[in-house]
């Protein structure tokens, strides 16, 4: 049960990293009234995405437990009492609302942590069994995360940086539908949506999606705000390593893999170096040179 919840934490803490985009893209980072609330919520946001989890787990009990690897899970595997569960659930929501009040002082971050909730709260609730809404909410966690971060920052973000995440989000939630469809097709069916989908339709969707990641990403780092922020054009030259790394993602997806980012990341050292490679790039040029 230890490395469940060991693994819960890791996966969440990879995917509120980007409650930082903001600060980070910024130059800010190392600024002590910015850095401080960011990472409270990113705290927050660690204690409210396992909640939500453990909330999910019970809700998919029976489902789970039919499932080749999700069956092995300490609820549906019995390890856990759902009492338990429920009790877990309550405290880690509690420690997310303290935190959350902490790390700002305005309404619109409250209202997207509660905006968050509310979306995965019903996600987990029979929402993500309605076709391309389920993608949507899978999607809106990563832009909400991003959005959350500027709001406890006060920072404002570049709106070609917004359409760079909002459509590499939709891309991520594609590919997980993707890989999940592939291996029902070689097992019992789990999730009834993915019977509403099929992989040509997923895959034509992911890759009109990756064009505009890149796209919009190209924009965000020639941009004139962004030239004018920084005082130098030498984001462009992350570029090459972006369209790296998606290349790489796709690779991994190909083969046998749920299709999760955060999964596919933590099983493949290349990716990890790709994107070490990338945040060295952007450390170096924004704070460095």
């Not at 453990?54 to 390890?79: F, M, Q």
Request: aromatic share 12%; charged share 15%.
């Amino acid at each position: 049960m230890s490395r469940y919840f060991r693994a819960m934490r890791v996966h969440h803490c990879i995917k509120n990293v980007l409650i930082l985009v903001p600060l980070v893209c910024s130059g800010q980072f190392f600024t002590a009234g910015k850095f401080i609330p960011c990472l409270l919520g990113f705290l927050s946001f660690c204690f409210l995405a396992s909640a939500i989890y453990v909330v999910n787990d019970i809700h998919d009990l029976e489902e789970d437990r039919h499932h080749p690897t999700k069956c092995h899970r300490p609820i549906a595997s019995g390890s856990i009492s759902v009492a338990a569960a429920k009790r877990l659930f309550l405290l880690l929501l509690a420690a997310a609302v303290v935190l959350d009040v902490l790390a700002a002082r305005n309404w619109r971050a409250h209202a997207l942590f509660f905006l968050y909730f509310v979306l995965n709260m019903g996600y987990s609730f029979g929402l993500k069994q309605i076709p391309l809404l389920d993608i949507a909410i899978l999607a809106s966690g990563y832009l909400l995360r991003v959005l959350y971060g500027a709001a406890v920052s006060g920072i404002q973000v570049s709106s070609w940086l917004y359409l760079t995440v909002i459509t590499a989000a939709m891309f991520f939630a594609l590919g997980k539908r993707r890989n999940e469809l592939a291996r029902m097709q070689q097992a019992q069916p789990t999730r009834k949506v993915l019977l509403s989908y099929s992989v040509g339709f997923l895959d034509k969707n992911m890759y009109l999606c990756l064009a505009l990641t890149n796209t919009f990403y190209a924009l965000w780092s020639m941009d004139a705000a962004t030239t004018e922020l920084y005082g130098k054009h030498s984001l462009v030259w992350t570029v090459p390593v972006i369209l790296l790394i998606f290349m790489r993602y796709n690779m991994d997806i190909d083969g046998d893999t749920d299709g999760d980012p955060v999964e596919v990341l933590l099983h493949d050292k290349f990716l990890i170096l790709l994107a070490s490679c990338y945040l060295l790039a952007m450390a170096l040029i924004l704070y460095v040179f």
